[in-house]
Structure formats: structure tokens, C-alpha cells
Nanobody, 120 residues
Framework: QLQLVESGGGLVQPGGSLRLSCVAS????????IGWFRQAPGKEREGVSC????????NYVGSVKGRFTTSRDNAKSTVYLQMNRLKPEDTAAYYC?????????????WGQGTPVTVSS
């Protein structure tokens, strides 16, 4: 069964850190680029980052550059999103999604999401 499962979300104070994980199963993980997305209540879904299938290339939305880092361990079929210096506006449900090939294009598979709340 093709599946992406996110974990690591939770409640954190402003300025704190969280690391999200996205574990894949049921497909050849290193054939797929992985994107992280987020959706806050009442807002549209936003792309946060992309990491290529090899892990050699990454990109980030401007609002998280310098604070978030995405990485992957293909041996563990896992992609990570390290989030530092979190702000209240980072509060959202975070999703990972898989796109076949060397960049995040058509997103074929989505996880169920993990919630992140940044609040004092």
C-alpha cells in the first residue's frame, strides 16, 4: 500500500523548534521528490519546501528560508523538516507529498498531516 505518514507535530512556544518526519512505504522512495506543505485554518494550502529525489536540491518558500531545513534519508525512506525559530504564523497542519522524478511537480501521494501550533 502506497503511503506517507507524517509525525512530529505538536505545541511549541515561539522561538522553539520541531522536527517533522515523513515516512514512505509501498513505493521506490528514491524515485520521488518530496514536498512539504502547510494549511492554516481558513487559509489556502501553501508550499513550504521541496527536496529532490537524490536530496541534492532543495527549495523553500521565502517565509521559512533560513529557519526551516528539509533533508532525507533514502535508506530509511524518510524525509525530515527541521523547523527552528518558529513563529505563531507557522501554525498549521503540515503535509508531505510525493512527486515522481527529480523535482516537485505533480503530487501523486499525500500524507494525512500533522498539526503544528506555535503559541505561548
Amino acid at each position: 500500500q502506497l503511503q506517507l505518514v507524517e509525525s512530529g507535530g505538536g505545541l511549541v512556544q515561539p522561538g522553539g523548534s520541531l522536527r517533522l518526519s515523513c515516512v514512505a512505504s509501498g513505493f521506490t522512495f528514491d524515485d520521488y521528490s518530496i514536498g512539504w506543505f502547510r494549511q492554516a485554518p481558513g487559509k489556502e494550502r501553501e508550499g513550504v519546501s521541496c527536496i529532490s529525489n537524490s536530496g541534492d536540491n532543495t527549495n523553500y518558500v521565502g517565509s521559512v528560508k533560513g529557519r526551516f531545513t528539509t533533508s532525507r534519508d533514502n535508506a530509511k525512506s524518510t524525509v525530515y523538516l527541521q523547523m527552528n525559530r518558529l513563529k505563531p504564523e507557522d501554525t498549521a497542519a503540515y503535509y508531505c507529498a510525493a512527486s515522481h522524478g527529480s523535482w516537485c511537480g505533480y503530487l501523486e501521494l499525500w500524507g494525512q498531516g500533522t498539526p503544528v501550533t506555535v503559541s505561548s
